[in-house]
């Protein structure tokens, strides 16, 4: 039976395992390949997976490693997804494609992203290819502040400056240990892993996963 999994540290913390169970009742396994090692992660997706979720700190490592990627993996430069097939690895980015189908329903003229790792980089090429009018903010840029109609927080962590946010919309990463909820406009991390795994999911088994059992692992 294929075999599905997560390569990243630290990834204890991880919703993926639960996620997965629930897209597909339980009928494959998930598993979490946890090191701080890209080398031995990579071989132990090549020699026991079809297909992986990849997170940080891999998402720039397993980009340069496939044999083929996605036009939106190309635009975001990273990959948080890798799939085995008789061509060769493909890699895609499900974290664009979330992004993407979160930030379309807002109506939004401009975006400010800020960080610029993994999820930075696929939420900047998400929101410039929607056509939002949008620039990037490293984390010791926030100083003199940020204004956007949605402003994307991709750092894993509260900086300096965070107090000087202005926008309508506010999408963090940050799913486990947020810092910006209870904001006016706030959408959690979490709606941005449910987006992004909905996608992804079908990508790696080839079958379309149950949403709504997906949803309901964060009582949504």
């Known amino acids: 039976m294929d075999k599905f999994g997560l390569i990243g540290h630290p990834i204890a913390h991880s919703f993926s395992p639960a996620l997965f169970t629930a897209a597909y009742g339980g009928k494959y396994s998930y598993d979490l390949i946890e090191t701080p090692d890209f080398e031995e992660a990579w071989r132990r997706f090549l020699d026991g997976y079809k297909a992986i979720n990849v997170t940080a700190p891999f998402k720039g490592n397993a980009f340069e490693r496939v044999d083929w990627r996605s036009p939106e993996c190309e635009r975001a430069g990273a990959t948080n997804l890798v799939v085995k097939t008789p061509e060769g690895t493909k890699a895609y980015n499900s974290d664009y494609r979330g992004v993407k189908s979160l930030l379309d329903p807002l109506g939004c003229r401009t975006a400010a992203v800020i960080g610029f790792g993994g999820a930075g980089k696929a939420a900047l090429a998400a929101a410039e290819d929607i056509g939002l009018d949008t620039h990037l903010y490293r ?21 300096e400056g965070i107090d000087r946010l202005d926008c309508a919309h506010l ?35 080839g079958e379309e996963p149950d949403g709504a059992a997906m949803a309901a692992v964060f009582g949504c």
């Open 171 to 205: 999408l963090e990463a940050n799913y486990k240990d947020p810092c910006l909820a209870g904001r006016p406009g706030y959408i959690p991390g979490s709606a941005w892993l449910l987006a992004q795994a909905v996608t992804g999911y079908a990508l790696m088994t």
């Open 139 to 159: 984390h010791a840029e926030l100083a003199g502040g940020v204004s956007a109609d949605v402003i994307i927080y991709t750092l894993p962590r509260a900086v």
